[in-house]
């Protein structure tokens, strides 16, 4: 571990850890206190709601029994009857509905405002701008028979669970109440909660993370919420607020909404089987503890502060040289060699950096001598390894030609004989045959095809002759003038343009010219070969002297050129890619001799479709002295 670590770490122990432990326990003893204290607060606010909600129900289910207690429907006739419900539905202004049911679960009679002018010349003391739909009407009547056959023996009033009216869309419950002289008949109303609604809303604080209160069904399902959004975005709550399910007595519990965390009180109302709630944010209703606990983080902050400010001051003396040479250390494990430390003290660390940056000299010095080094012998193995390269191929493509080439030599010595036997019997026998005889004419065949066979053992015999006879002094521009000469009908005849490229003055070899004339007719008639029916047919020849030592002669034509996998195999004999055949396949075979007997080197590339170089190199003959 390093010393300004080490250093770090004591002041932290002596100075940070202690300030935060008491920061922590004084935040933990708040927060106990303080969450004690909201949750009584919250539990008496849903205790209130719960009452107010229950007391708004049961004031209207004690005006329709009072109501029957004192009228009996049964005794009176239709316009009675009517007035008898219009004083009941004009009791409350949040009645919507007001209907007689009797003990068959039909309604005989009922009160409600479809028309709200008709209704207001008729009870102009009263100001009533709801109507109700047909819908409705009928909503209400099944509600209300629903209500009064689930009502128990003994139980004198029933109330529906809230729901939302089928046009208007607004919160209400139905209140049913048995009336006492007519088994299962009664009297119904349907109760608008918006009072109820309005005073939820009241009670609870607008805006993110403000106070809540609500009313929940037995299930945990949202009834009542002055929060609109709220109440659509938090339509369930029996997962998030599991304690409210079938809640028999206030409790407390915790919710997410909107990614926050809410603190609730919850109260049941029994009569009803309601749960009032009444919720805050967690983090609002702890605000003080959360101020306590940010007062005792700055503290801490402060400590540590002080701590991270006073380490590297007490380290630096000691840890700073030291780890100036660890970085050095790694720089030069890089290979970072020009890497040197400042020698800025006088002490033993001084000295170390000194002789550190002696070493990293010494190092960067044998460095440059080993790249140096390494240069100069990668290029020498690069060029001896193609040399060696160009020199093992030659080797070898001689000794396959020297193989061939005495092969070919003891062939053309056992044909030669046995042939010449053949020509002269056949031309004996031609001398004393009619010319218009099919024999004359068969014997002729077998004449042609004997001089065929000659003429191939004249090209073996070249394959396997050396010639050293004969070698002057001699310019292969006036050979090559020469060979073309000699094509120029083919040239003109195939529509083949010759660009000659010659270097200025003579190119001078050692050397046989009828040997070299035949090489270059023979490279010619390929080229020619090759570019027959191609769209450019192009050939050029070039010749450059190379350092007054070798002349380089180089014939390129636009033609067919030769597949990459036949190019090892080029210089064989009897190997051909000409489209016509000749039978013989040895021209480049007796090129390469003829030119090898001559100290060169003859290679050739190729590429398909695109044309083929045939290059040529043959030492230059020595410059001759003018006479003094």
């Known amino acids: 571990m390093r010393i300004r670590t080490r250093l770090l770490l004591v002041l932290i122990a002596t100075a940070a850890l202690p300030t935060g432990a008491v920061g922590w326990l004084t935040y933990r003893g708040a927060e106990a206190a303080l969450s004690e204290a909201v949750a009584s607060q919250h539990q008496r606010t849903a205790l209130a709601e719960a009452e107010h909600a229950w007391a708004h129900v049961r004031t209207v289910a004690a005006e329709l029994d009072g109501a029957l207690v004192h009228q009996d429907p049964r005794a009176l006739g239709p316009a009675d009857t009517q007035e008898f419900l219009t004083r009941v539905f004009l009791r409350r202004e949040r009645l919507a509905l007001v209907g007689l049911l009797d003990a068959g679960g039909g309604m005989t009679a009922s009160v409600f405002v ?180 940010r007062g005792s983080f700055g503290v801490l902050e402060l400590a540590l502060l002080g701590v991270l400010v006073l380490a590297p001051l007490l380290a630096r003396a000691l840890a700073r040289p030291i780890a100036r040479l660890a970085d050095g250390a790694r720089a030069l494990a890089r290979g970072e060699l020009t890497h040197r430390l400042p020698p800025e003290r006088a002490d033993e660390l001084g000295d170390l950096a000194r002789a550190f940056n002696d070493m990293g000299q010494a190092l960067q010095r044998a460095h440059e001598e080993l790249l140096r080094f390494n240069g100069q012998l990668q290029s020498q193995v690069d060029e001896r390894t193609r040399e060696l390269r160009e020199a093992q191929d030659q080797l070898s493509r001689s000794q396959r030609l020297a193989a061939m080439g005495d092969l070919a030599a003891g062939m053309a010595h056992e ?124 050939l050029t020849l070039a010749t450059r002297v190379v350092d007054t030592q070798l002349v380089r002669v180089e014939l390129r034509d636009t033609g067919r050129g030769i597949a990459r996998e036949h190019l090892d195999r080029i210089f064989n004999p009897f190997f051909t890619t000409k489209q016509e055949w000749t039978g013989r396949g040895l021209s480049l075979a007796v090129c390469h001799r003829v030119v090898e007997d001559h100290g060169g080197t003859l290679t050739l590339h190729s590429d398909e479709g695109v044309g083929t170089t045939v290059t040529l190199v043959l030492p230059a003959a020595p410059a001759t002295r003018p006479l003094a």
């Not at 629903?146 to 529906?160: F, I, M, N, T, Y």
């Not at 109303?189 to 005073?199: D, K, Q, T, V, W």
């Not at 009241?202 to 069904?217: C, I, K, M, Q, T």
């Not at 099919?438 to 050396?466: F, K, Y």
């Open 114 to 293: 479809d028309d709200a002018e008709a209704f207001a010349r008729r009870e102009p003391q009263f100001r009533r701008h709801d109507t109700v739909s047909a819908a409705e009407v009928a909503d209400f009547r099944r509600r209300a028979v629903e209500v009064l056959a689930r009502l128990p023996p003994g139980e004198a009033h029933a109330v529906s669970p809230p729901y939302l009216t089928a046009t208007r869309q607004r919160p209400a419950v139905v209140v049913v109440a048995r009336s006492p002289r007519d088994a299962g008949g009664g009297l119904a109303a349907e109760l608008g909660l918006e009072e109820l609604s309005a005073r939820l809303g009241a009670g609870s604080r607008r805006g993110a993370g403000a106070e809540r209160a609500f009313l929940l069904d037995a299930r945990g399902r949202l009834l009542l919420d002055g929060d609109v959004a709220h109440e659509r975005a938090s339509a369930d709550f029996s997962a998030r607020l599991p304690p409210v399910v079938g809640a028999r007595a206030p409790g407390l519990g915790t919710y997410e909404d909107g990614g926050q965390a809410w603190l609730a009180a919850y109260s049941p109302v029994p009569e009803l089987g309601w749960v009032a709630v009444v919720a805050r944010p967690r983090d609002e209703a702890l605000a003080p503890l959360l101020a306590l606990a």
């Open 415 to 538: 044909m030669n004989n046995p042939l010449a036997a053949i020509l002269g019997n056949v031309q004996l026998v031609l001398l004393d045959l009619p010319p218009a005889e099919d024999p004359h004419r068969m014997l002729t065949a077998v004449q042609q095809q004997a001089q065929r066979i000659a003429g191939i053992v004249r090209e073996l015999q070249l394959l396997s002759e050396r010639q050293h006879r004969g070698r002057q002094a001699l310019d292969l521009h006036r050979v090559l003038q020469q060979a073309l000469h000699t094509r120029d009908a083919e040239l003109v005849r195939g529509g083949v343009r010759v660009d000659c490229q010659f270097h200025p003055g003579e190119a001078r070899v050692l050397g046989d010219t009828q040997a070299l004339g035949d090489v270059f007719a023979r490279l010619l008639c390929n080229a020619l070969n090759a570019l027959k029916d191609r769209p450019e047919r192009t």
